[in-house]
């Protein structure tokens, strides 16, 4: 059973560009939320997806947007790069019904803006 | 709100030694409370959860943390420390009313032979 896959690994973006990030759940896993980890720092929420729907969001400018996927794969974009975008971005998934509430991450996707 | 603060930046245990990482928490309703490990270059690892019941929870690779709700804490704990428990460790807290978790700045454990 895979766990939650991340794509790419690892990507260099300059300012100003455009990054599409992408997400698989763990198998049977509907709610896919992104956290954005800046070096030394712990993840700090960006947006959950359920139902192909942002469910809540976080203190992030609307340069990051999203986008969940009927078969629950998910996207993160973020527009006009800015250096201190430059972070690991962390996709976590987890069962959407409140009896399970663990959220299983991705190995995660490292941004880095020049 | 909620919030996670982790005291300490560093541990440093002697392999064998007990083994203690501190986290208190703030939230206004109920707390779902997560301990994560990251090794480098990787994603969090799931270690255990509280969410209701027994304040003493056991999780993965011999961890467990006691629930304290006077305190606010969420400790978690090792009885005998090995060098392969070496890394980060994240405190997370969930709010039973939201949806989003919300991580302390993490710990360094570092365990020497």
């Known amino acids: ?13 300059t300012r100003g560009q455009q990054v599409t990030l992408r997400c698989s759940p763990k198998s049977g896993h509907d709610t896919v ?20 729907e942002e469910r809540q969001r976080g203190n992030f400018p609307d340069r990051f947007s999203g986008h969940q996927f009927p078969n629950y794969s998910s996207e993160l974009n973020v527009n006009a790069l800015l250096l201190g975008d430059s972070a ?15 959220q299983y991450f991705g190995a995660g996707t490292r941004l880095s803006v020049l | 709100a909620q919030s996670v603060a982790q005291p300490e930046d560093q541990v440093n245990v002697a392999e064998g030694n007990p083994l203690t990482v501190k986290c208190t928490y703030s939230v206004s309703g109920n707390p779902y409370l997560f301990w994560y490990v990251q090794y480098p ?14 304040n003493l929870v056991k999780g993965s690779y011999g961890f467990e943390a006691e629930f304290n709700k006077s305190q606010t804490s969420f400790h978690l ?11 980060l460790y994240f405190c997370a807290v969930r709010d039973s009313n939201d949806y989003k978790l919300s991580f302390g700045a993490g710990t360094t454990v570092t365990v020497r032979a």
């Open chain 2, 77 to 87: 704990k090792k009885p005998s420390a090995l060098v392969s428990d070496s890394a």
């Open chain 1, 1 to 13: 059973d895979a766990g939650v896959t991340q794509s790419p690994t690892h990507l260099i973006k």
């Open chain 1, 88 to 102: 690991l971005y962390l996709c976590a998934s987890r069962e959407g019904g409140l009896a399970k509430n663990i």
């Open chain 2, 41 to 54: 270059n990787r994603g969090l690892q799931f270690l255990l959860k509280y969410i209701t019941g027994d």
């Open chain 1, 33 to 52: 939320s992104w956290y954005q980890q800046a070096l030394g720092q712990g993840p700090q929420f960006i947006f959950q997806y359920y139902e192909e």
